[in-house]
């Protein structure tokens, strides 16, 4: 008897073919659960063009992505950059999420961690389970931006590259 064994064949995500709307629908009731009676919560997800390097890839994007058209001479919020490459990323990730989802002021409380692995499990899914590079991107512009607080992460899932957003405005 002869037996076929057959091959799944991996097939690989491009950054337009990741389900954002199921990422971003995560993120979305977890700002609605960590939003105060003083700022509203801001989390996304975004591809980044390949633009360069890393870091210029994602200034680019900042600047693509912020761009209110209240003037033509502002093009550019001349954003300065500095990602900071996390050793154990998933680690680090973990505690991103822990910051964000859990631990602001007015954070639902943390019951169980299953939320915070099906979160994992579910970018991990979109990023192709492939190995992750996960850097803080330690960003500043001058002071008539509009967030009382942000933090921006870039992933990089092999050479796909990704714009994690955390942020509030009041």
């Avoid at 822990?98 to 692995?117: A, I, M």
């Avoid at 008539?144 to 994690?164: M, P, Q, R, S, V």
């Amino acid at each position: 008897m002869k037996r076929t064994i057959l091959k799944r064949r991996w097939e690989f995500k491009t950054s337009e073919q990741v389900n954002y709307s199921r990422i971003n629908g995560y993120l979305s009731c977890m700002e609605v659960l960590n939003n105060g009676p003083g700022h509203l919560c801001l989390y996304e997800l975004s591809p980044v063009a390949l633009n360069g390097n890393r870091r210029e890839s994602l200034i680019a994007h900042l600047n693509k992505i912020t761009h209110l058209d209240i003037s033509d001479n502002m093009c550019s919020w001349d954003w300065e950059v500095r990602l900071v490459k996390a050793d154990n990323p998933v680690e680090k990730l973990s505690a991103v999420i822990d910051q964000f989802f859990f631990g602001q002021q007015h954070s639902p409380t943390l019951v169980d961690s299953k939320y915070k692995t099906h979160f994992l499990d579910v970018l991990m899914e979109e990023m192709n389970y492939v190995p992750i590079k996960f850097y803080e991107a330690i960003s500043s512009t001058d002071e008539t931006w509009h967030e009382i607080w942000w933090n921006d992460y870039l992933i990089d899932a092999g050479g796909e590259l990704f714009h994690l957003h955390f942020g509030a405005t009041n």
